[in-house]
């Protein structure tokens, strides 16, 4: 096998030439290793030697050899192309992430797991996929992704490929279509500029290296304006004649003389078959125009061209089952246009309901997500999408089912266009195919190509081969119906009613587009329409909307503010689904990603605005969590609706079709979509405009997300008396920041950058607090070899009293010798370094009263130290004398239960305790007193599945908590699974009690009451 990780693809390619593959395979060699290697990469040094590298394995279940997980950059050497020396990992994942030059913030994101598609629910990977080496003339650089996720570049010191290698962070999320992966390579033009390649086809100058070395957390590495050469190549989008290919991947740039050849590789539906097929189009200029591409190697998977010995360009490749190989590259080779006649698909009975699954057979640790929405009729149906007719009918449509012979929903096939009509929303008309292929399509000359088998790129993590009418949507436009069509992602057609109503009959326009999915119209104020498909394409109609007219196609996605960092997520797996419309000044750009949000394959929808097509998008926001492919439409009252389809198995309704209003930051539905674009991030409490388009209810739950970009949990933030904040807790799967004590530092909230470890693991031997010495030292040993690479190692749970001048901390050894310990800056400043003091009891915090008393929260009990110093004599035997019970009957019973946080903390010149409670939820309840002995009221939840947190002020004096959503959060109040998320609060007195909420519950609560979808507290009274 070449790779698990197998590729699905919907961009535009272009031509093939099936002479010209056959000559290549026919005349290469293998090369001689004695391991496994996929994707093939042969580069030229500056010492005449050759170096081999690619994707790697390790020994799987049952004897399988598994891609998906590796231990990093594997290299052979050779000086004649035929005998291979192994130089070993000159990157290792096992060590180098926690010990390269530039630190382990840099590498935080090569030691997370990653959800990739196609491995069961909950099971995640890590490995350095497709890596290359890249010789710019100075240096050594290795290009790479994580399991397909996301695009690195690390520079070496020099000219050896030994390295050592920096991290230069992670510079690009992946590529725009959701196949795409992140791919990535290093192009060195004429002039010695140095171009990052990446995705499906995106490419951008890359910064110099000492920029890499300085990159703060989510920043990108690129700069300057981002091209997508597929747009590039001649025919794009229209029909070229060629067989129905997938999206690009293993994308690269080679010149040859003044010729520039783009290379990349594709999922082809050619001789019945689905094959890896390798292509190469080129241009008199790196921008284009490209001649439309010929096929290269026949099921080379990803190539990589380079000069040999004698001088003559030859490809490097690997076969199905990862042999290595290398052929003769002809650049001025004649292409033949290939054909392929595959047989048309079989199309089994329409499924007409699915049971849900039983509670008892889903997925441990599920998500319930959109609790108040509820399916508009039980019938399995995708990419649901509603349109409102002249005389106020509301029609929808969406991509149906078919049986498959095992029982389950088949996706790739079905009859074609399924319409339904209402009055109210509430009840659905079935209207039957308004679009049948078998009954309409012979006597349409142009509806052909509907009629054979087609590559799916829609279905999953693996293409396939089917026949089926994709996401359809209906508009009215001009006058009449209209329905947006894809053929299994594979092409666009649109339908046109010819008698103006929605029931048809319809004439069909033709394919539109050559290789696209999810095909929308919008309509601008000036009544022109535009086509809008796929990861953000936008192209003008012609005025009789028989195809496109000649402007060019807009790309969205490379305008978004931030790009290619643009959702700040290395989980991210592209775009699809877009849409598009207009309120006001602003253009509104919905779509769908599928992302690792709640550490599995979440599938959600997102939302952008622009003043212009053309751009800057705002940085996108999670519009509906779970959601699935959705389009947004005005409910004609003044307000505006989503529908929703979850597409995953964490939705509630999966494959059924919802409508749900949209709530905005300024109230249920107001008068149009309330926007506010993203801007600079410069403020402290911008976190409106951040979250300002919201689509369900229990959105409004969501803070800022992802200000720190790596898993948290535990969470700390305070801010000191030199005007910064200070964030530490628990970093679960970022290996150096499980060994050591890590702080991050912020002036505003929002730029966060980390600080060198304030103490370690290691260190609590040295302070004296480990009574076992040999099992320690056999831990570390066996850390410091490599054999713990699992990590189970871990410090963490930190929290920080500044107490009496001086700073101290509670932190936990999750592993041998386990509990928690005190430590005490050596400096007395909050970054440290901190020296290990005692033992001490375990999940407590403490606070420093006006009087300069110490309350000693110990999840329940409160205990008095009348100073700090007496605080600091006090053994752990000593914590548990001479303590009072918090009391407070409405509260106890959920409070304090198992692994609670117990805070404690004055606010608004009230004691507030607060804990998190593990009841499947791990809310965060509060509850206050006017004397610290009580007695204790208050019976309301702060924050549903919070997880552990903290208060703390601004400059301003504004109150805020952070926290971390837990993993079994409800995805729609989750917007980041474990981590750093910050809500803004009001905090005042009501009706004799103290009041402590989110500003977003207090601003939409009569929203939310109407919609019902206030959660409730313990005594069933909505707070």
């Not at 700069?223 to 070229?240: K, M, N, S, T, W």
């Not at 990603?593 to 996108?620: C, H, Q, V």
């Amino acid at each position: 096998m070449r790779t698990c990780l197998t590729p699905i693809f919907a961009l535009m390619l272009s031509a093939v030439a099936a002479c010209v593959a056959a000559s290549v395979e026919s005349s290469s060699v293998a090369i001689g290793i004695d391991a496994p290697l996929a994707d093939a990469s042969v580069c030229a040094g500056s010492d005449g030697v050759y170096y081999l590298t690619g994707t790697t394995a390790l020994p799987g279940a049952g004897g399988q050899t598994d891609f998906h997980n590796n231990r990093g950059v594997r290299v052979w050497a050779s000086k004649d192309l035929r005998a291979w020396e192994d130089k070993g990992f000159v990157w290792d994942l096992w060590k180098d992430p926690s010990n390269n030059a530039h630190g382990a913030s840099g590498s935080a994101w090569q030691t997370e797991l990653y959800p990739v598609p196609g491995l069961p629910p909950g099971e995640r990977a890590r490995g350095m996929m497709a890596p290359r080496l890249n010789f710019d003339g100075q240096r050594f650089w290795i290009t790479f992704s994580m399991n397909g996720y996301a695009a690195g570049a690390m520079p070496a010191q020099g000219a050896d490929v030994a390295g050592p290698y920096q991290d230069a962070r992670l510079i690009a999320e992946a590529g725009a279509a959701p196949t795409d992966k992140s791919d990535a390579s290093l192009f060195v033009d004429a002039d010695g500029a140095r171009y990052l390649v990446w995705g499906g086809g995106c490419v951008a100058k890359l910064k110099p290296p000492e920029a890499l070395a300085k990159l703060i957390a989510n920043e990108t590495g690129v700069e300057g304006p981002v091209r997508y050469l597929p747009a590039l190549i001649e025919g794009f989008p229209g029909d070229d004649g060629l067989p129905e290919h997938g999206a690009p991947y293993g994308v690269s740039l080679w010149r040859n003389g003044g010729r520039y050849h783009f290379v990349f590789s594709a999922t082809t539906l050619r001789d019945g078959g689905l094959h890896e097929d390798a292509y190469v189009a080129t241009a008199p200029a790196l921008f284009g125009p490209y001649a439309k591409p010929r096929r290269l190697v026949a099921d080379g998977g990803r190539v990589t061209i380079f000069n040999g010995p004698d001088g003559a360009p030859r490809v490097s490749y690997s076969t199905p089952s990862a042999q290595p190989r290398i052929a003769p590259f002809a650049p001025e080779a004649v292409p033949t246009p290939a054909t392929s006649d595959a047989p048309k698909s079989g199309r089994g009975e329409i499924v007409t309901s699915v049971p849900r699954l039983p509670e008892s057979q889903k997925p441990g640790d599920v998500p319930q997500l959109l609790e108040m929405i509820e399916p508009l009729f039980d019938h399995p149906l995708r990419d649901g999408a509603i349109c409102r007719g002249p005389d106020g009918t509301w029609y929808l449509t969406g991509t149906e089912a078919t049986r498959a012979a095992d029982g389950t929903m088949d996706w790739s096939n079905n009859s074609g266009v399924h319409l339904w009509s209402s009055k109210d929303r509430k009840n659905w008309n079935d209207l039957g195919y308004v679009w049948d292929i078998d009954r309409d399509a012979p006597a349409s000359p142009r509806s052909a190509w509907q009629r054979g088998a087609h590559l799916d790129v829609t279905c999953g993590a693996a293409p396939r081969i089917g026949r089926a009418v994709t996401a359809p949507e209906i508009h009215y436009l001009k006058g009449t119906f209209w329905i947006a069509y894809s053929m299994n992602g594979s092409g666009i057609g649109l339908l046109k009613s010819r008698t103006g109503k929605a029931e048809g009959p319809y004439e069909d326009l033709g394919r539109l587009v050559a290789s696209g999915r999810d095909p929308s119209l919008f309509e601008d104020a000036d009544g022109s329409v535009h086509l809008v498909w796929g990861q953000g394409f936008c192209a003008r109609m012609k005025d009789d909307m028989t195809g496109l007219a000649a402007a060019p196609v807009k790309t969205l996605f490379t305008g978004v503010n931030w790009f290619p960092r643009y959702l700040r997520r290395p989980e991210n797996m592209g775009l699809w689904g877009s849409h598009l419309v207009k309120t006001g000044d602003w253009y509104v750009w919905t779509f769908t990603t599928r992302t690792g949000r709640l550490g599995i394959n979440s599938i959600d929808t997102m939302a952008s605005w622009s003043k212009s097509l053309d751009g800057p998008w705002a940085e996108p926001c999670l519009m509906l969590a779970n959601g699935g492919q959705s389009t947004l439409v005005s409910d004609g009252e003044g307000g505006w609706l989503a529908t929703v389809s979850g597409e995953d198995e964490y939705s509630q309704w999966p494959y059924r079709a919802a409508i749900t209003p949209v709530v905005t930051n300024g109230g249920a539905r107001g008068k149009g979509l309330t926007l506010q674009p993203l801007g600079a991030k410069a403020s402290t409490t911008d976190f409106a405009a951040v979250n300002s388009l919201k689509a369900t209810a229990l959105d409004l739950w969501v803070g800022h997300p992802d200000l720190i970009p790596c898993t948290i949990r535990d969470v700390c933030l305070i801010r000191d008396t030199d005007g910064a904040y200070y964030c530490t807790g628990s970093f679960w799967g970022v290996e150096q920041y499980k060994r050591d004590v890590i702080m991050f530092r912020s002036m505003d909230l929002l730029h966060w950058s980390p600080l060198p470890p304030v103490y370690s693991y290691f260190k609590l031997k040295d302070d004296g607090l480990i009574d076992d010495a040999k099992a320690f030292d056999e831990l570390v040993q066996a850390d410091r070899e490599g054999k713990n690479w699992r990590m189970r190692i871990q410090i963490g749970e930190q929290k920080i009293w500044p107490l009496g001048g001086a700073y101290y901390m509670n932190a936990q050894a999750f592993c041998q010798p386990g509990g928690h310990f005190l430590l005490k800056s050596t400096t007395g400043k909050i970054a440290g370094p901190y020296k290990g003091v005692s033992r001490i009891v375990g999940v407590a915090d403490l606070m420093q009263d006006d009087d300069g008393a110490i309350l000693f929260n110990m999840g329940g009990t409160l205990r008095r130290f009348g100073s700090v110093a007496e605080f600091e004599r006090a053994t752990q035997e000593d914590f548990r004398k001479n303590v009072i019970a918090i009391q407070n009957p409405g509260l106890q019973n959920i409070c304090f239960s198992e692994d609670c946080e117990a805070g404690i903390m004055r606010i608004e010149g009230k004691y507030v305790n607060w804990s998190t409670d593990w009841t499947g939820s791990y809310d965060i309840n509060y509850q206050f007193a006017d004397d610290w002995r009580g007695p204790w009221k208050g019976r309301a939840r702060l924050l549903p599945y919070g997880g552990n947190g903290r208060f703390f002020q601004n400059e301003k004096g504004t109150w805020f908590y952070a926290y971390f959503p837990n993993s079994n959060d409800y995805a729609s109040r989750d917007q980041n699974r474990c981590r750093l998320n910050i809500y803004p609060l009001w905090i005042g007195m009501e009706n004799d009690e103290f009041i402590i909420e989110p500003v977003a519950l207090r601003a939409n609560r009569a929203a939310l009451e109407k919609m019902g979808a206030l959660w409730q507290s313990p005594q069933g009274k909505a707070k």
